[in-house]
């Protein structure tokens, strides 16, 4: 086992140790996934195995509902037990490993489409290890009346390290390819790496009715709908780490996690986009 592989696993099992001192967590959580059954070795790749036991317990312990259900519904008798599935930049498992499962099960989720490697038929980043949705594989999840379509930039940027005209850019030209492409008009947006960022804020604001930012707890009552948190599922996160993170939260993971990319800046990727 690699010094990083023990470094995870013990930042993980100390969230764990440490959570039950803020107490569980409240609200609706919203689920960050990536890759599922890529085998690319990467942090975000969740197995099939994994996510179908994922699923398994979240359907025994609440419920799973889309995105606006859970934001009509955060000061509700039932807002401690939603779930609600998300998958970031359209990796080609999502429909090839997380759809059979979720569509038999009946389950919505929503996808955070990044539209310029869709639509040029590329990997995200130029990454063979992340290939990516084709816009007739979406469709045919859309059929389903399952999904709910998203925004996540055009171009994958980092928003912190962009000015407000080449940010309006590239949301206008994500929005134009999503309207294009399969005659929806995005109203949600989640932020690349996580990362919220002022000049980025602005225009979200105008153009979307909620946005998503990195890992953290539940979304409550009065939280801004334009920095929800999400709680990222990652490949290491066994049944006992993924039953705990939907208890607490992970909040030290997390909080370490924000401290790494504020250091790294624009120098270090960050595996839960």
């Not at 309207?179 to 979200?204: C, I, M, N, Q, T």
């Not at 709908?225 to 997390?254: C, I, Q, S, T």
Request: charged letters at 25%.
């Amino acid at each position: 086992m690699s010094s990083r592989h023990l470094l995870i696993t013990a930042v993980k099992w100390a969230s764990v140790l440490t959570d039950p001192l803020a107490g569980p967590r409240r609200g609706p959580r919203i689920l960050i996934y990536h890759q599922v059954g890529a085998d690319s070795g990467l942090e975000m790749d969740v197995s099939v195995h994994a996510l179908g036991r994922q699923l398994d317990w979240v359907e025994r312990h609440g419920r799973v509902v889309d995105l606006e259900t859970a934001l009509q519904g955060l000061d509700g008798p039932e807002a401690d037990d939603m779930y609600v599935l998300t998958f970031d930049d359209g990796h080609a498992g999502v429909f090839e490993h997380a759809y059979p499962l979720l569509s038999v099960r009946g389950l919505p989720f929503t996808l955070y489409l990044t539209t310029g490697p869709i639509e040029g038929g590329s990997s995200l980043h130029d990454d063979a290890r992340m290939r990516l949705l084709s816009w007739r594989e979406v469709e045919e999840m859309m059929g389903s009346g399952l999904v709910t379509i998203g925004a996540h930039t055009h171009e994958h940027l980092d928003m912190r390290h962009h000015d407000e005209e080449r940010l309006r850019q590239d949301l206008a030209t994500c929005n134009g390819v999503l309207e294009l492409r399969l005659g929806v008009k995005p109203r949600h947006f989640a932020y690349p790496w996580g990362h919220w960022s002022a000049a980025g804020d602005r225009l979200v604001r105008e153009l979307y009715d909620s946005a998503v930012v990195g890992g953290g707890r539940g979304i409550r009552p009065g939280d801004d709908m334009y920095m929800l948190h999400r709680v990222p599922v990652m490949a290491r996160d066994g049944d006992p780490l993924f039953r705990r993170k939907m208890w607490g939260g992970f909040r030290l993971e997390n909080g370490l996690r924000d401290l790494r990319d504020s250091l790294a800046g624009s120098s270090g990727r960050r595996e839960t986009s």
